[in-house]
């Protein structure tokens, strides 16, 4: 099973893919993760996108193609893939529509995330990321036993360079103009989710629908 999570910035993706992927055994990829990574240890890659990834801009679709296509080559022993931040524009998901016709196998269904602007802004200015374990904080919604510190390792939580509100606005500029296209590019596909909810909310919904869908599959 191959999934798609679609939805503006802040809408709680990436916590979803956790519960989602181990949930289903699916490998998930995460594009933002992935070019963090990069511009953390400073490679070649990371030199590439760094200015793109701090002013919220979107990095070159061949670029991400590219590292879509290593990720999914390193990581076939999994029951499928869900895409976390990916595809992001309408020649991003024409991309995957060629790796997976390559791979006889397709996008199954695509979970679009929704939650109302002043949420998504309220939350990613509250998030807090542990720089040694990359745990995701929230300060509101699930903040950290002690102070500013990761619970995990102790070390001082950083923000996202991208979580200030004047880069969190171009963020969703940029998510309503390239990204919310998806969302009739996958009409056929779509399952919408309201992500304002809880995270053990929004993640009973998702499950429900996946497995509702994979029996009706069968
Ligand atoms: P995210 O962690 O998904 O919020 O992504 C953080 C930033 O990484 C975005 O604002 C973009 O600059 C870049 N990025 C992540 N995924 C993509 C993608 N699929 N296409 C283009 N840029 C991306």
Partial sequence: MNIILLGPPGVGKGTQAVIISKEFN?????????????????DELGKKVKNYVENG??????LI???????????????GFLFDGFPRTVQQAKGLDVIFTEREN???TVLAINADNEIIMERLLSRRICPGCGM??????NPPR???KCDICGLELTIRKDDNRETIL???EVYRKRTAPLLIY???????VNGAESVSDVADNIIENLVRYSNARR
């Fill in 65 to 79: 193609i590219m590292l879509i296509n290593q990720a999914m080559n390193a990581n076939i022993s999994f029951n």
């Fill in 26 to 42: 699916l490998y998930s990829i995460s594009t933002g993760d992935i070019l963090r990574e990069s511009i953390k240890n400073n």
């Fill in 146 to 148: 002690n102070g500013e």
């Fill in 186 to 192: 996958y009409k056929e596909k779509l399952i919408k």
């Fill in 170 to 172: 171009h963020r969703l």
């Fill in 136 to 141: 995701v904080y929230n300060l509101i919604t």
């Fill in 57 to 62: 801009a979107l990095v070159p679709d061949n």
């Fill in 106 to 108: 397709q996008v199954d």
